[in-house]
């Protein structure tokens, strides 16, 4: 039988395969912390708020999820995203490894890695592959920051 945290982490990425932000906020602390190439160091509400961005600006998304593995502090998994890219319309794969810690069974931490390159030249085309540059990517950064607090000022 799984752990009931692997079960957290199958029932979050199916809530994300669904678009279900409300579902993907009820499975983190309220103190959450989250990070990824793009979103880095998000907390507290920021987290499920950038769930619901997300999820509000994507259409024909798919996720799949596999080598979920979980005890009672921590787990991974491996997770792949393909959907249209808002911006440009192009499709995008992305290809990730997630890690968790939990506490009383929700998400206290959350931390995705992926090819900040290989994203962004899916997303925009070759150009893209400039984003794994930093001083490209502090900029995509503070732009997607930006987005956020402002989705997040209209509640």
């Known amino acids: 039988m799984p752990h009931p945290n692997a079960e957290l982490i199958r029932?979050?990425?199916?809530?994300?395969?669904?678009?279900?932000?409300?579902?993907?906020?009820?499975?983190?602390?309220?103190?959450?912390?989250?990070?990824?190439?793009?979103?880095?160091?998000?907390?507290?509400?920021?987290?499920?708020?950038?769930?619901?961005?997300?999820?509000?600006?994507?259409?024909?998304?798919?996720?799949?999820?596999?080598?979920?593995?979980?005890?009672?502090?921590?787990?991974?998994?491996?997770w792949v995203a393909t959907y249209p890219f808002t911006r440009t319309g192009r499709t995008v794969v992305n290809d990730v490894r997630a890690r968790f810690r939990f506490r009383d069974g929700l998400i206290v931490e959350h931390v995705d890695r992926f090819d900040l390159g290989r994203w962004g030249a899916q997303a925009f085309g070759p150009p893209g592959r400039l984003l794994a540059l930093p001083p490209v990517a502090a900029l995509l950064r503070r732009q997607v920051r930006g987005d956020l607090a402002a989705f997040l000022a209209r509640g």
């Open 11 to 78: 029932d979050l990425y199916a809530a994300l395969d669904r678009g279900d932000a409300e579902a993907m906020a009820a499975r983190y602390a309220p103190d959450a912390s989250f990070e990824d190439p793009v979103f880095r160091g998000l907390r507290g509400p920021e987290v499920p708020g950038m769930w619901r961005m997300l999820t509000a600006r994507a259409s024909e998304m798919s996720v799949v999820v596999d080598e979920i593995e979980a005890d009672d502090a921590g787990g991974s998994a491996h």
